[in-house]
C-alpha cells in the first residue's frame, strides 16, 4: 500500500514563499507520476502541478505557472512544490497524490490513484 504524507503547510503573508513536502512509502516511486491539488473550503479539488515519472515531465496549472515549482528526488521518494509570491487565493488544504499510469503527469484528480491527508496553507492579505 502506498502511503503518501504532506508537510510544509502554514501561515505566510501575500508575496511570501512556503515549500511543501510529501513522503511516500510503499510501492516504488520512481514509478509514479506525482501531483498537487488543492481545495478550498466549498469548492472543488483543483490540479496545481504533476511531474512525471519518466524524465521529469512537469504541467502546471495557469494560476501558479511561474510562481510554483514541483520537483522530485527519487532517491528520497519525495516530491516538493516551492510556492512563491504567494497570493491569498493561494489558501487551500494542499493534496500530494501519485498515479501508476503511462501518461505523462496527468492533471485530473480521477487519473492519481493514492492520496496523502494534506497540508494546510493560509496566505494573509
Known amino acids: 500500500q502506498v502511503r503518501l504524507v504532506e508537510s510544509g503547510g502554514g501561515l505566510v503573508q501575500a508575496g511570501g514563499s512556503l515549500r511543501l513536502s510529501c513522503e511516500t512509502s510503499?510501492?516504488?516511486?520512481?514509478?509514479?507520476?506525482m501531483a498537487w491539488f488543492r481545495q478550498a473550503p466549498g469548492k472543488e479539488r483543483d490540479f496545481v502541478a504533476a511531474?512525471?515519472?519518466?524524465?521529469?515531465?512537469?504541467n502546471y496549472a495557469g494560476s501558479v505557472k511561474g510562481r510554483f515549482t514541483i520537483s522530485r528526488d527519487n532517491a528520497k521518494n519525495t516530491v516538493s512544490l516551492q510556492m512563491s509570491s504567494l497570493r491569498p487565493e493561494d489558501t487551500a488544504l494542499y493534496y500530494c497524490?501519485?498515479?501508476?499510469?503511462?501518461?505523462?503527469?496527468?492533471?485530473?484528480?480521477?487519473?492519481?490513484?493514492?492520496w496523502g491527508q494534506g497540508t494546510q496553507v493560509t496566505v494573509s492579505s
Open positions: 497524490a501519485a498515479d501508476f499510469s503511462i501518461v505523462a503527469a496527468p492533471t485530473r484528480v480521477s487519473d492519481y490513484d493514492y
Open positions: 511531474i512525471s515519472w519518466r524524465y521529469g515531465v512537469t
Open positions: 510503499g510501492g516504488t516511486f520512481s514509478r509514479y507520476n
